[in-house]
């Protein structure tokens, strides 16, 4: 045998692009060792690491069983399984299509027109941001990303394409919020570094924030691009997540808005994983409003296209504009009712979140439980977290945070009573903590008061008639 | 607000401006020219036929069978319902523990049960468009290359080249061989590329080949191996049309010549797979990387987040795969179809005096049109290509398409469509060939006509000057000159 294994295989296959070497992931091996069951592990670690939608499917399962049509393996609907089976053009079926773009157009309120033309399928928004990158910029080229942002950007965007990430610091003092300076600043470093920034990403709403873009943050963000000449993607995924005010402001609108804007600079990724909660089906979309993006990113899209089993069923969903009409809305309701419920669970044992209006999860703040500020006293608290409260939560740091002691707590990937176990578990950790800090100060204290009675021993000791001279009282300060 | 606008170019990557995706070649005319245009037996009789397709649509009637009888396979049916919500949110790209199984027993039984696959190597893809990507992507850097035989599948410059910057080096076949791999061949590719200052790392192969219709001997199996193991270079079989043999000679893989081979270094092979071309189903998008290496399963796997399997069809593939009295019926019975299909194509062409190269896999032949080129070069292959298409209406494919280092080579599908287009197709071709021979024959006529009256006119002349000089001559007359 000749040569090392990493001779033989590429740079992009030996190195760490791929974002799973985090010590993070320690998380999900902590749970898939040890999963929890209300019955069968009553002490298992509950995953709540995981941005998932599964408050619904009650809905959907409804919808499934009365519309056989939709599917071609039902009596009804498998005469069609054959042409479905062979359809393997990269436009991909005009009803999935238009069903999509309908769809989108519901989520914003009917505010703005999605073309089907333009709707370009991808595997899943990881395949659409990967696609994206690759037809935006070259190897060494780089995108803006507001921090905190979700961690497999840096998979997605760069690992295969070479391309690099250029972070913009948000921090707590404004509530995260993106800021002029702060995307200058962040661009200033790129010029610095001689690196060229071909584009600014966006998520909204934000993973991990829970919380959406204002009008105004957009305006700005589409003015900088503008100005910068560069590209704006916004990734829209946690569109329909949305269940209070502020509501949902998409980059379309803004768009739709500022005719004077170049509309070949923007770009949208969506898929149906979370809002639909159907992380399983790959169903990625890609909506640029530059003509030579979709007919690039379409002509790539064979890398991933949706399987058309797939798309002929959702384009029947899709279609069925009572049912999206109803789901949106109850989805929406539930999702607000779990946050509350997750929100006030937490603001009763004094845990904050940022506030927010969307998501699958709440931007969590326990930096009174760290002892120090710092990115390792998160990391242990996160250990403790994982291990001894067993809870899966995902530390800031994973996230790029530029404060230690933000985590991302999940709360749509289980029921009810799964929660309320993990609010009791997260309160006795919190409780533990401030006995603890009350121990520690008692511990203090008294450690305090010891040491000046051994003050006032030594004075006496000093004297050349004291019995107290001996070594042993001198070692116990 | 101002906003300021600048010209395309700048604004997107090079990937995305560069041709590397290969669609600006003019054989894309003979698509549009059935797009616009498209057969249809009643609606349509004189429209395109698509024969540039290498789809497998003889069985549906099975399939279609089967899933009547088992709606257990699908999460739609009344009886499948019960599990959508789990299937819907199982993302783990390992995949369903179900389907990978399923697919690795039904790779076995493709190949005899002569081998065994492990299901923890099953990697999924986007197709096998992904497959092939993701493997360039893990063997090779930019500037690196992969040698691949011609004639080769046009999309592997897609695929294996376009957004992974990688290169590829053809390794010359020519007919006085049929078009096989030769170590000649494989040693100067490789030289060539070394030449040039490319590092070369790995080999592909096509198992039955596209656009060949062949399979590979183990001869050529084993050799492959032994070059790629003395150069320390990967070798990729796509077996992509693995159950699409019928007769003799059978496939064998190169997972047999592996087990031929225990001391082989198994770091070095790998498999690309699909359910598009055995099984029919180009839509589901159901693409397999089969590793060797740990590494490169480990690596790939990570790779199948951009090109995971929808959840809802590796459930249904699962549930069919795996129902081996099924699988064991379809694969005979469709084998038995295509071989059928081709026998009747190849006799069908073989009256009109065109041949193609024996073989017996693939959903296509490789037909040899050199004798109907006005001469032998590209030029009048891309001529004869487009008076196909435009006169004959059919849309065929040029072997420059594939890459193919002889003019007059067109690969011909024939089981993507029912037997009643299969013989208007061959009647077209039947016609046209007769059709140029009447026109060949006629011209050659014409010739030797022209010649002969040459021949006669200067015979006459002289006679004609020597009585001509008679001053009382009526040959002097102006007719006479003027019918010759």
């Not at chain 2, 049929?178 to 080999?203: C, H, M, P, W």
């Not at chain 2, 990387?289 to 959840?311: E, P």
């Amino acid at each position: 045998m000749l040569g090392s294994q990493e001779y033989i295989l590429s740079k992009i296959a030996s190195n760490d692009g791929h974002g799973e070497n985090s010590a993070f992931f320690d998380g999900w091996k902590a749970y898939d060792a040890d999963p929890y069951h209300p019955t069968k592990n009553p002490n298992g670690v509950i995953q709540m690491g995981l941005a998932e939608n599964q408050l619904s499917f009650d809905l959907v399962e409804e919808w499934v069983r009365n519309n056989p049509m939709a599917s071609i393996c039902t009596p009804e609907g498998a005469s069609q399984f054959k042409d479905i089976a062979i359809f393997q053009d990269y436009h991909g079926l005009p009803e999935f299509r238009n069903a999509v773009a309908r769809f989108m157009e519901k989520v914003r309120g009917d505010r703005v027109r999605f073309d089907p033309d333009r709707i370009v399928m991808s595997g899943g928004a990881t395949g659409a941001q990967e696609t994206l990158t690759f037809c935006l910029a070259d190897p060494g080229e780089a995108l803006l990303v507001p921090t905190p942002y979700y961690p497999a950007n840096d998979r997605d965007l760069t690992w295969r394409t070479g391309v690099e990430l250029v972070p913009v610091i948000c921090d707590s003092s404004n509530g995260f919020k993106m800021t002029r300076d702060g995307l200058e600043a962040a661009y200033k470093a790129a010029l610095d570094s001689n690196t060229t920034v071909k584009g600014l990403l966006l998520n909204n709403p934000s993973n991990p924030l829970g919380t959406v873009l204002d009008r105004e943050a957009l305006s700005m963000a589409l003015s900088f691009t503008n100005d910068k000449n560069i590209h704006l993607i916004c990734d829209e995924i946690y569109s329909a997540t949305v269940f209070d005010e502020p509501g949902f402001v998409s980059i379309a609108e803004i768009l739709a808005e500022s005719p004077d804007a170049n509309p070949d600079l923007v770009h949208i990724v969506y898929s149906l994983s979370k809002d639909l909660g159907f992380p399983g089906f790959r169903v990625g979309i890609l909506y640029s409003y530059n003509d030579a993006v979709v007919c690039c990113a379409r002509k790539m899209s064979s890398f991933g296209l949706v399987s058309t089993q797939t798309q002929r069923m959702l384009a029947s969903m899709l279609a069925d504009e009572e049912f999206v009409g109803k789901f949106l809305a109850e989805s929406a309701a539930r999702l607000g009712a779990r946050r509350a419920a997750m929100c006030q669970g937490l603001a009763q044992m004094g845990v904050g979140s940022l506030k927010g209006s969307a998501g699958l999860y709440c931007w969590m703040d326990l930096r009174r439980l760290l002892k120090a500020a710092t990115f390792e006293a998160e990391m242990e608290l996160w250990r403790v977290i994982v291990n001894d409260v067993r809870i899966n939560v995902s530390p800031g740091a994973s996230f790029h945070c530029a404060e230690p002691g933000w985590f991302r707590v999940c709360f749509a990937n289980m029921d009810e009573e799964t929660m309320r176990v993990a609010l009791s578990r997260i309160s006795k950790l919190v409780v533990q903590s401030k006995s603890g800090e009350a121990r520690k100060q008692c511990r203090r204290r008294s450690k305090l008061e010891i040491s000046l009675s051994f003050r006032r021993l030594e004075e006496i000791m000093m004297s050349p008639h004291s019995p107290m001279t001996s070594p042993l009282v001198r070692t116990m300060t | 607000m101002e906003f300021k606008s600048r010209n395309q170019g700048q604004l997107l990557s090079k990937i995305a401006t560069n041709d590397g995706h290969g669609e600006n070649s003019p054989y894309f005319d003979g698509w549009k020219a059935y797009d616009s245009d498209p057969y249809h037996p009643t609606e349509n009789p004189h429209g395109v036929i698509q024969m540039g397709l290498a789809e497998n649509q003889l069985c549906f009637d099975l399939i279609q069978e089967w899933i009547k009888n088992n709606p257990k396979a699908s999460i739609c049916t009344a009886e499948g319902a019960a599990d959508f919500k789990d299937i819907a949110i199982y993302q783990d790209y390992h995949g369903l523990p179900q389907f990978r199984n399923a697919v690795a027993r039904f790779m076995e039984k493709v190949r005899g049960n002569r081998v065994r696959f492990d299901p923890d190597r099953i990697v999924m893809s986007g197709g096998a468009t992904g497959a092939q990507e993701t493997l360039a992507f893990c063997l090779a850097d930019r500037g690196e290359a992969l040698l691949v035989p011609t004639p080769y599948y046009p999309g592997n410059d897609r695929d294996l080249t376009w957004r992974t910057g990688v290169k590829l080096v053809p390794v010359v076949c020519e007919s006085g061989d049929a078009f096989q791999i030769t170590r000649a061949a494989l040693e100067a590719a490789y030289k060539q590329a070394q030449d040039s200052n490319i590092r070369v790392k790995g080999l592909l192969l096509n198992n039955p080949s596209n656009p060949l219709g062949t399979v590979i001997d183990k001869q050529t199996l084993q050799q492959s191996l032994e070059f790629t193991a003395d150069k320390n270079i990967h070798l990729i079989c796509d077996e992509i049309y693995s159950a699409t043999v019928s007769g003799q000679p059978g496939f064998t893989s190169i997972a047999e010549i592996v087990q031929e081979n225990p001391h082989c270094n198994l770091d070095l092979i790998h498999i690309v797979y699909s359910l598009s071309k055995d099984l029919g189903f180009p839509g589901f998008r159901v693409g397999i990387v089969y590793s060797y290496n740990d590494a490169v399963v480990s690596c790939a796997r990570k790779m199948s987040s951009f090109g995971l399997v929808s959840t809802q069809t590796q459930q249904l593939i699962a549930a069919m795969l795996s129902d081996e009295e099924f699988m064991d019926k379809f694969l005979a019975e469709s084998a038995r179809r295509l071989g059928k299909r081709r026998a009747d194509m190849c006799e069908g062409l073989g009256q009109v005096g065109i041949w193609n190269l024996e073989g017996n896999a693939g959903l296509f032949c490789w037909m040899d049109l050199r004798r109907l080129l006005k001469a032998a070069t590209y030029e009048a292959e891309l001529e004869l290509w487009r008076l196909i298409v435009e006169e004959v209406k059919l849309n065929v494919s040029p072997g420059a398409a594939f890459h193919c280092s002889e003019p007059g080579w067109f690969r011909v599908c024939f089981a993507n469509m029912d037997d009643e287009t299969m013989e208007v197709a061959m009647e077209r071709i039947r016609m046209f060939v007769v059709r140029k021979r009447e026109e060949e024959v006629a011209r050659k006529q014409r010739r030797r006509r022209r010649m002969e009256l040459e021949v006669s006119l200067s015979f006459r002349l002289r006679r004609e000057e020597l009585v001509m000089m008679s001053p009382h001559s009526p040959m002097a007359s102006p007719l006479v000159r003027a019918r010759t």
